[in-house]
Nanobody
């Protein structure tokens, strides 16, 4: 079992930056792939970034590529999502998730954080 706790959301203006954190407890998350997802009202949950610890590979969706960076600290069992140059369309609830493989489908992830709201005003 893995427990994930999200934090770091908030209300910011367009162009600002935020860093989201996801702290894992239970089994070490270095054996999992970690993903950051977001869900805006009326929209499906989408994967915006992911990292596979075993191979070091990362994934970014096109809308966030070049602006978001996923990273992790194994010693702290924490994965981060650094978000720069935020846009109003980035407004959503953001979730971290742990799964066996780095994939974009949310159904393939076994464990989820509780979510944190990110609101970007124009």
């Amino acid at each position: 079992q893995v427990q994930l706790v999200n934090s770091g959301g908030g209300l910011v203006q367009a162009g600002d930056s935020l860093r989201l954190s996801c702290v894992a407890s239970g089994r070490t998350f270095s054996t999992y792939a970690m993903g950051w997802f977001r869900q805006a009202p009326g929209k499906e949950r989408e994967c915006v970034a992911g990292i596979n610890w075993s191979g070091g590979s990362t994934y970014y969706s096109d809308p966030v590529k070049g602006r978001f960076t996923i990273s992790g600290d194994n010693a702290k069992n924490t994965v981060y999502l650094e978000m720069k140059n935020l846009k109003p369309e980035d407004t959503a609830v953001y979730y971290c998730a742990a799964g066996r493989d780095l994939v974009v489908s949310p159904t393939e992830y076994d464990y989820w954080g509780q979510g944190t709201q990110v609101t970007v005003s124009s």
